[in-house]
């Protein structure tokens, strides 16, 4: 079992669409949570960290359950704009562990 | 300017040659890493650096090595290049002093990286 899973799409959807990602992850003792947005041949980008109370940056809503073991993501009114990889990330003690991503198509 | 800084950012080379990647951050942090990107696989660690004196193998280190020059560079060598190494390699760094959920990695643009 990967240590950190995602669904690799690709998602397409209308602009102004409403779409979630789910991320799960299997260590149970993993103390930071993240999510990056990556376009192509770039570099990731922090998007959002994750907190357990759920937190929210503009259109873009992210959620932990430590007890289930998963992330979420949602974004709102989608754009043009969105359509890019978005990596679900989980830091244990020191290491950062990354999902191969989830591909977003946002379509006109 | 960028933060965290990669030289070359294209590379190609032939099979054998001995290559060195260059990763430069005026971010102060202590912690920088070494990933490599292959299409449909997450970001794999290859060596990571707590400070100076601090060098760890990461999942994939077979065939890199790395040296710590100053807290601002790390530099990636593949001694003798094969082919499955053509990939994307990316520089990251850290801050072990920020709170957690906080400690975000930053990345360098990336190295391609292809060997023939």
């Known amino acids: 079992r990967k240590e950190v899973e995602q669904d690799p799409g690709p998602f397409n959807v209308p602009e102004g669409a409403t779409v979630a990602f789910n991320c799960t992850y299997s260590?149970?003792?993993?103390?930071?949570f993240f999510w990056y947005r990556q376009d192509c041949r770039k570099e990731p980008k922090l998007l959002m960290s994750?907190?357990?109370s759920g937190n929210e940056d503009g259109r873009f809503t992210a959620q932990l359950n430590r007890a289930s073991q998963y992330i979420s993501l949602l974004i709102r009114d989608s754009k043009l704009s969105d359509s890019a990889t978005y990596l679900c990330?989980?830091?244990?003690?020191?290491?950062?562990?990354f999902g191969t991503g989830t591909r977003l198509k946002v379509l006109a | 300017d960028a933060d965290v800084t990669q030289t070359p950012r294209n590379r190609i080379t032939k099979t054998g040659k001995r290559i060195m990647l260059e990763c430069s951050q005026t971010?102060?942090?202590?912690?920088m890493y070494w990933y490599r990107q292959d299409p449909g696989l997450g970001l794999q660690l290859i060596y990571y650096?707590?400070?100076?004196?601090?060098?760890n193998k990461g999942e994939i280190s077979d065939g890199y090595s790395v040296s710590r020059q100053a807290q601002a560079k790390f530099s990636l060598s593949l001694e003798s290049a094969i082919p499955n190494q053509t990939a994307l390699y990316f520089c990251?760094?850290?801050?072990?002093?920020?709170?957690?959920?906080?400690?975000?990695?930053?990345f360098g643009p990336g190295t391609r990286l292809t060997v023939l």
């Open positions: 990251a760094t850290s801050d072990s002093r920020t709170a957690l959920g906080s400690n975000e990695q930053f």
């Open positions: 260590n149970s003792a993993s103390q930071s």
């Open positions: 994750v907190y357990s």
């Open positions: 990330v989980v830091k244990g003690t020191y290491k950062y562990i």
């Open positions: 971010k102060g942090h202590d912690r």
């Open positions: 650096s707590f400070d100076v004196k601090d060098i």
